[in-house]
């Protein structure tokens, strides 16, 4: 089965935490703290694999958990950081945040891409002695690893789309003019999911086609199996937009091209703006006074027309050619710029969860996964930075839970990867 959409779960790895430890060794009477970091926790890593076409082995498999990194040990070594967990997926897929929408990443090239952030280790106790501080009985706990919600969008990645009503001649048009072998029958839906050819126009020269099954009039609500396959329409510098002008279906052609452009308009208003050329295929079943009109009409309303028999290659060549001459002025296939996150939300009622622990007069504040994306955004340079960290401190009733806990101006505040004094 075809399968060109998924939700997963993806849970990065988190850090390890640091170690508390104190050297011993003979005749040395006070070694001094020595606990080593911890290891940072795996990468969730998605990489393209041309040897799979759909998402299907996402139905089945809905979680994916990369490893913890190690704790810290004595003697100040680091435990060791966790591999990164890698997850394969066709090309052209396209992965969103599932809560908002918002694209992470366009897997169209070999590239890897990091999709959720493995936790840094924490720092054993040896980073925290210090003048007035000589024995320190604490360390850091790693970091959460990034935990997120996905969709993956498969959209395929093709130069042209073939589109018109089931039964028109698209599969065969297919054939006969690339390397793609297509199921081909007298029924409709026979393509029951997009095919891809590559059409060589010679030594270098080439173009993606994909066969865009299923489309009829209510595809853009669902209806048939058009609404499935829309999305890969979506990547494609231009349409072929076959039509049966014999009207062998009991159709009206006009009104079928009409239909297709409709849903496409319902489906996405960018998608009008494709060049589009017309083939009218079986002209062999009407006369050539009939077949000119249509040319003329489409011509009319700025559409390149073609009249073609498809079953015995009559007219792909002209079809083709003239494609091939249009997509060398065209923009490259289209690829989705990854979104930045948007900032914490201060305004929500609902604050968000933590935890304060205090040890040797350092305040952690712990159990707030949410806070490391507000850290990954401040620049510590940067004066309008810091003063959005310090309004989600306050805002969020971290501030009011310090002071609630005990903290004195000149106190140490540490925030996952951060410190600093507290200043009232």
């Known amino acids: 089965m075809f399968v060109d959409i998924a939700k997963i779960h993806l849970k990065a790895g988190n850090g390890g935490n640091g ?16 606990g080593g970091d911890g290891g940072k926790g795996g990468n969730i ?74 936790g840094n280790g924490g720092w054993g106790n040896q980073h925290f002695a210090n003048s007035t501080r000589q024995i320190p009985r604490f360390a850091k706990n790693g970091n959460p690893g ?75 609500e669902g209806v048939g199996l058009g609404h499935e396959f829309l999305r890969h329409v979506e990547r494609c510098r231009m349409l ?29 208003e960018e998608l009008t703006t494709r060049p589009q050329v017309v083939v009218g295929n079986k002209c062999d079943l009407i006369e050539e006074e009939e077949t000119a009109k249509y040319a003329e009409y489409f011509e009319s309303r700025g559409y390149k027309f073609f009249p073609a028999m498809a079953a015995i290659a009559e007219g792909t060549g002209e079809v083709i050619n003239y494609v091939a001459a249009e997509l060398a002025k065209l923009p490259a296939i289209k690829v989705y710029e990854p979104e930045p996150k948007p900032q914490l939300d201060l305004s929500a009622p609902k604050k968000r969860s933590f935890n304060i622990r205090v040890c040797d007069d350092v305040y952690f504040v712990e159990d707030a996964p949410w806070i490391m994306d507000v850290m990954n955004e401040v620049n510590p340079e940067d004066y309008e930075s810091l003063q959005y960290f310090e309004r989600v401190m306050r805002q969020t009733g971290i501030i009011d839970a310090l002071r609630k806990a005990g903290i004195q101006e000149g106190d140490t505040v540490s925030v996952y990867d951060v410190e600093f004094e507290f200043m009232d």
């Open 19 to 34: 170690a508390v430890s104190f050297h011993r060794e003979k005749y040395i009477a006070a070694g001094g703290p020595d």
């Open 45 to 118: 890593v998605f990489q393209v694999d041309d040897n799979l076409s759909t998402l299907a082995d996402f139905r089945y498999k809905r979680k994916y958990t990369a490893e913890n990194g190690e704790d810290g040990k004595t003697d100040r070594c680091t435990g060791k950081s966790a591999p990164p967990l890698l997850i394969k997926v066709p090309r052209g897929t396209v992965v969103k945040e599932t809560e908002t929408g918002r694209i992470i990443a366009d897997l169209s090239d070999k590239e890897p891409v990091v999709i959720a952030k493995g």
């Open 146 to 220: 990034e935990e997120i919600d996905v969709t993956l969008e498969l959209k395929l990645l093709a130069d042209v789309g073939l589109i018109g009503f089931p039964n028109v001649g698209k599969s065969t048009f297919l054939s006969v003019v690339s390397d793609a072998k297509p199921n081909i029958a007298n029924y409709h839906f026979t393509t029951l999911t997009p095919v891809l050819g590559v059409i060589r126009m010679g030594e270098g020269s080439s173009f993606v086609m994909a066969d865009i099954p299923g489309l009829i009039e209510g595809a853009s």
């Open 240 to 268: 072929v937009h076959v039509i049966d002008i014999s009207g062998s279906e009991g159709r009206d052609p006009i009104d079928d091209f009409d239909k297709i452009n409709t849903e496409l308009s319902a489906f996405s």
